[in-house]
């Protein structure tokens, strides 16, 4: 059985830091990108980040780029997103979410998301 479970939200003032981490399980992730999404009340959910496992190649949203960074630990399976300088308009439930590489947009697998506040 398949899982992706985050950790590390939590509340944090504005300016500060928060590292998201998101153990995969059950299956071989090697030819797998691994995307961090959040969605925010009343939102839809969007894209935060991406990272392909096999060429560790990665990809931001222009409103987290230069503050975000996505990264990977294959012996440990798990994905992080470092977040720094954080702003309230962060505030969002963050997802982990994996996908074949060959898939455009369909992701297979999704955790249960960890909430992260940011106050002003």
């Known amino acids: 059985q398949v899982q992706l479970v985050e950790s590390g939200g939590g509340l944090v003032q504005a300016g500060g830091s928060l590292r998201l981490s998101c153990a995969a399980s059950g299956r071989t992730f090697s030819n797998y990108d691994m995307s961090w999404f959040r969605q925010a009340p009343g939102k839809e959910r969007e894209f935060v980040a991406r990272i392909r496992w096999s060429a560790g190649s990665t990809y931001y949203a222009d409103s987290v780029k230069g503050r975000f960074t996505i990264s990977g630990d294959n012996a440990k399976n798990t994905v992080y997103l470092q977040m720094n300088s954080l702003k309230p308009e962060d505030t969002a439930v963050y997802y982990c979410?994996?996908?074949?590489?060959?898939?455009?947009?369909?992701?297979?697998?999704w955790g249960q998301g960890t909430q992260v506040t940011v106050s002003s």
């Open positions: 979410a994996a996908k074949p590489e060959i898939a455009y947009n369909r992701y297979d697998y």
